[in-house]
């Protein structure tokens, strides 16, 4: 099999993986407690946003992967998509360990910024995994406000 198809799969595993650790256990429990915007999803959806989220990171992953380690950008992108992956990760330990929608909130505003320097270098060298990044960016934008409710509508909750 193709070394950059392996590669991207074990970003996109150990992601995952590394996802599933931090957000420990009690996840559905503590989803109960909080209280919701009425534009949430169901919990059905927020999986499939999960695995939408990881074929983004693949299609990126295997993309840049391909290109010569050379080409202006590349290793930026790379570099910013794995920080991406980790970053993804650290949020489940803030929102659901830490329980902290105040900083889960903020911290997702530096994620966001992370995610756009990310888009940007992919950009430069392809502008197909650019446009997948994209897409992703533009959920953010709702991921971002649904956050900020989140935080408000629970901590009024008293």
């Given at each position: 099999?193709?070394?950059?198809i392996?590669?991207a ?67 930026a ?16 330990v803030?929102?659901?360990r ?46 971002n ?14």
């Amino acid at each position: 099999m193709n070394p950059n198809i392996l590669t991207a799969l074990a970003v996109c595993i150990v992601g995952a993986l590394l996802e599933g650790l931090c957000a420990g256990s009690g996840v559905k429990k503590y989803l109960g407690e909080l209280r919701w915007p009425s534009f949430s999803p169901p919990l059905w959806a927020w999986y499939t946003i999960g695995v939408v989220y990881y074929v983004v990171v693949f299609i990126c992953a295997y993309r840049v992967l391909r290109r010569p380690a050379t080409e202006p950008f590349r290793n930026a992108a790379l570099t910013l998509l794995v920080g991406v992956v980790v970053l993804n990760a650290v949020w489940n330990v803030l929102f659901f360990r830490a329980k902290n929608l105040k900083a889960t909130f903020v911290f997702s505003l530096i994620y966001s910024i992370v995610v756009i320097a990310c888009w940007y270098c992919l950009f430069q060298f392809d502008t197909l995994a650019a446009s997948v990044l994209g897409l992703y960016t533009v959920y953010l934008l709702y991921a971002n406000v649904w956050g900020y409710r989140v935080w408000r509508l629970s901590s009024s909750a008293g």
